[in-house]
């Protein structure tokens, strides 16, 4: 199966999309805080994304194959929710963790990225989670060079989340993405070095981690979207969407407030 591979104007539509995603995440993040509801973070981003950016909510009504179509603008996966957790009446109350994922589509191309919001002040052990996960999603990135394999990634990420006593969730990964929300490659967040998919310039895809405190295994709720833990620990996820350039990778997903790598605490929406 062919993986595409990007020309330079078709580049240069992603690093829009990549940018448009991300500034979503900058504008909602001061809303983050306890008393709002799921939904109203939705309908704020629904707003931003339609009236001020002129770009499509990706997830509003995607369907794939066995799915019912998803009935909001973003995703919302707070605590326990692994991810694809919809937008509703749930209110955020403080030391919740929440990961909201956008994906935008702009002059045809896709955007798709993900951080994590504490709301008020986290536990020692959900701080913990939400920064050892963005040094997964970080080290997986930084595995992505062209004569490197997608299996480099995936042991990058699970070698980091086991050594600190976490889990990776095994049935959601990253994919290739262009003109499609999602398309090939499947981009595992485990494996062996050397395995896999050899990367090439030109090449677009997602790193998108679910690391989760306890055990691995998931379940999905009767809305037939919202993955949780079988074993209710928390879980976190961040996500980039990355190039393969010459010469290493390119971040495509990247916007002022996104929090830099290694500096601690991730952005804190009080
Ligand atoms: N944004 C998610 C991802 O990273 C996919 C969400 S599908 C939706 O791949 F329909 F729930 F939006
Ligand atoms: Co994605
Ligand atoms: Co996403």
């Given at each position: ?41 939705d309908r704020l981003c629904h707003e931003y994304m339609v ?220």
């Amino acid at each position: 199966m062919a993986v595409n591979i990007k020309s330079p104007e078709e580049i240069q539509k992603m690093r829009t999309a990549g940018r448009l995603a991300a500034e979503v995440l900058d504008v909602i993040a001061p809303y983050v805080r306890p008393g709002a509801t799921t939904g109203d973070l939705d309908r704020l981003c629904h707003e931003y994304m339609v009236g001020q950016q002129k770009t499509t909510p990706a997830p509003l009504n995607y369907a794939p194959p066995g799915y019912q179509p998803f009935p909001k603008s973003i995703c919302t996966s707070v605590n326990h929710v692994v991810c694809h957790g919809v937008p509703g009446e749930k209110r955020l109350k403080p030391g919740d963790i929440i990961n909201i994922d956008i994906t935008v589509i702009k002059d045809g191309y896709h955007g798709d990225t993900s951080r994590m919001f504490y709301v008020g002040q986290p536990s020692i052990q959900a701080k913990r989670l939400c920064e050892i996960t963005y040094e997964c999603m970080w080290r997986g990135i930084d595995a992505v060079k062209p004569g490197g394999f997608l299996g480099d990634i995936g042991h990058a990420i699970q070698e980091h989340a086991e050594r600190n006593g976490y889990s990776v969730v095994r049935e959601f990964c990253g994919h290739g993405i262009g003109t499609k929300f999602h398309e090939e490659p499947q981009v595992l967040h485990y494996g062996r070095p050397g395995t896999g998919l050899l990367l090439q310039p030109g090449m677009t895809f997602t790193v998108e981690p679910m690391i989760n405190a306890g055990k691995p295994d998931i379940r999905q709720l009767a809305d037939g979207w919202t993955i949780v833990t079988k074993d209710h620990s928390l879980s976190a996820q961040w996500e980039h969407t990355v190039l393969v350039t010459e010469t290493g990778h390119e971040v495509l997903t990247l916007s002022p407030g996104a929090p830099e790598r290694g500096t601690g605490a991730p952005f804190t929406g009080m």
